[in-house]
């Protein structure tokens, strides 16, 4: 069974997973190719499974058309091998284990035993030229719109579809989402979907001029993605959520305000002391500016501000959490009395909760009234559990003294 967070192997991905990618294969599948090259574009928010879907494909076409040629890119090589390359060699896991392959990595080259193969490309030095001598059978182009001309996508659709053996003329592109006035929107999504003259090249040299439709584009959500992590949807819907993000600064930086002058007192060092008191008054200006922005938010949306700040003062954690020994220095700092949980609720949430008058509040939705309770129960535990950590610390002090 795929656990959330891995990429699942080939022989595991189901598109069902993830609700819009069945839709996208169904499309690439019934798409009539005599109308030339198929463009599918791939726009959605961070981790919403663009680039796995992207990787299924490009492996797929090779292995169901020996002698494929698909070619991957990106506008620099390392973000290329970080990204797009590295989804494809999870996808298919190691040489010989599923699929028979080679990987060259000097040549950034994948060659499959069908004589299908995959060759990474990148054109920074915007020598777009190179693509003319390749006859592709598809191409994926990652991150779109981070080029700010059209030009590699120009020189690549040039070169799709030589080859007769393939029947698929695929040019695959994912991005996310970018401004309107972006050359991608005017060429490519204001397009998508539309009937248009299609000129097929006969034989004779002469032009057939056909009707269809030959560019599709899927939108995807970082929520439809289950492979990610529970944690990584937290946290970009805490550094995407406007509101969310206010909530966590304005706790965060009075946090660290409060730490860096306690470490200060803590150091007894004279110098230590001044620079932790300077780092501190700098924090308070930072704090100081996230909080009255969050409370001018609040008259403005109050139920989705209290949701919010709920979600943030329930789910808080300092910088740092994520270091390895965090819990040890944690727990040094609280018994230092530099951060614990009383200093935690006193000088850091209540001040916010009674700044932002969150029990005060009226009008509210149904769901901001609903997390306004659910941060009272959350409160009452929070100050038991500062009176448990006061006593504690209260003892081994004492036996300290003994």
């Known amino acids: 069974m795929i656990q959330q967070g891995d990429i699942p192997l080939i022989t595991e991905f189901d598109p069902n997973d993830v609700k819009w990618q069945m839709e996208a294969i169904d499309a690439i599948a019934d798409f009539d190719y005599s109308l030339g090259v198929h463009q599918v574009l791939f726009s959605g928010s961070v981790g919403s499974a663009k680039t796995l879907l992207m990787a299924h494909l490009i492996v797929k076409h090779c292995l169901e058309n020996p002698n494929a040629w698909a070619g991957i890119g990106r506008l620099t090589m390392t973000d290329l091998k970080d990204t797009l390359l590295y989804v ?3 996808h298919i896991g190691e040489e010989g284990y599923i699929i028979d392959y080679d990987h060259n990595k000097t ?7 069908n004589g299908s193969k995959i060759s990474c490309f990148s054109w920074h030095d915007k020598k777009y030229k190179k693509f003319r001598s390749y006859p592709f059978t598809l191409f994926a182009i990652e991150e779109l719109t981070e080029n700010d001309t059209k030009e590699a996508y120009e020189a690549i659709l040039m070169r799709l579809g030589r080859s007769r053996g393939v029947r698929e003329k695929l ?3 994912a991005t996310n989402p970018d401004e309107p006035e972006h050359w991608v929107f005017e ?4 397009k998508a979907g539309l009937v248009q003259d299609i000129k097929i090249l006969q034989d004779d040299g002469t032009f057939l001029v056909r009707k269809g439709i030959t560019i599709h584009v899927f ?3 970082t929520k ?5 992590d529970p944690s990584y949807h937290d946290f970009l819907e805490r550094n995407l959520d406007p509101l969310r993000g206010l909530a966590y600064v304005s706790l965060q930086e009075v946090a660290t305000r409060v730490a860096h002058r306690n470490t200060g007192r803590y150091s007894k060092d004279p110098v230590a002391d001044e620079i932790m008191k300077r780092i501190s008054a700098d924090e308070n200006l930072h704090a100081t500016f996230y909080r ?3 409370v001018a938010a609040s008259k403005l949306h109050p139920s989705a501000t209290v949701e919010a700040v709920v979600a943030e003062i329930m789910a808080f954690e300092m910088p740092g959490a994520g270091i390895r020994g965090f819990r040890r220095k944690a727990a040094q700092m ?6 614990d949980t009383r200093v935690h609720l006193d000088q850091i949430v209540m001040p916010l909760v009674k700044r932002l008058r969150i029990f005060e509040l009226e009008g509210l939705s149904a769901e901001a009234e609903t997390a306004r309770t659910d941060l009272a129960d959350f409160l009452e535990d929070l100050k038991a559990s500062a009176k448990r950590h006061d006593e504690r610390r209260a003892r081994v002090v004492a036996d300290q003294g003994e």
């Open 88 to 90: 494809i060699l999870e």
């Open 107 to 113: 040549r950034a080259e994948i060659t499959f035993c």
């Open 171 to 173: 040019l695959l592109m």
């Open 187 to 190: 060429t490519i999504v204001e």
């Open 219 to 221: 939108y995807s959500l």
């Open 224 to 228: 439809d993605n289950i492979f990610l």
């Open 292 to 294: 009255d922005i969050l």
């Open 334 to 339: 609280a018994l230092a009395g530099i951060y």
